[in-house]
């Protein structure tokens, strides 16, 4: 199974611990293999086996913490 690295917008993290709160959460979903947020880029890289999940299913994590994201590439 080949895993494949996706970029999304976060908006509304306030500071270091936005970005841990995500990393933790993302870290339980499915076929995540690698998951990198930081502030400062607003931005969440995740490594992620396609088979196990999408990368909508990213997006309603993070959006059900509470921020808003969007898909990059
Ligand atoms: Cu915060």
Same mark, same amino acid.
């Given at each position: 199974?080949?895993? #494949? #690295? %996706?970029?999304?917008?976060?908006? !509304?993290? %306030?500071?270091? /611990?936005?970005?841990?709160?995500? @990393? @933790?959460?993302?870290?339980?979903? *499915? !076929?995540?293999? /690698? &998951?990198? &947020? &930081?502030?400062?880029?607003?931005?969440? #890289?995740?490594?992620? @086996?396609?088979?196990?999940? /999408? *990368?909508?299913?990213?997006?309603?994590?993070?959006?059900?913490?509470?921020?808003?994201? /969007?898909?990059?590439?």
């Amino acid at each position: 199974m080949a895993a #494949t #690295t %996706h970029v999304f917008r976060v908006e !509304g993290m %306030h500071c270091g /611990s936005c970005a841990l709160l995500i @990393d @933790d959460a993302l870290e339980d979903l *499915p !076929g995540v293999r /690698s &998951t990198q &947020t &930081t502030i400062k880029q607003a931005r969440s #890289t995740v490594e992620l @086996d396609a088979d196990r999940s /999408s *990368p909508q299913d990213v997006i309603r994590v993070i959006e059900e913490l509470g921020y808003r994201a /969007s898909a990059l590439l």
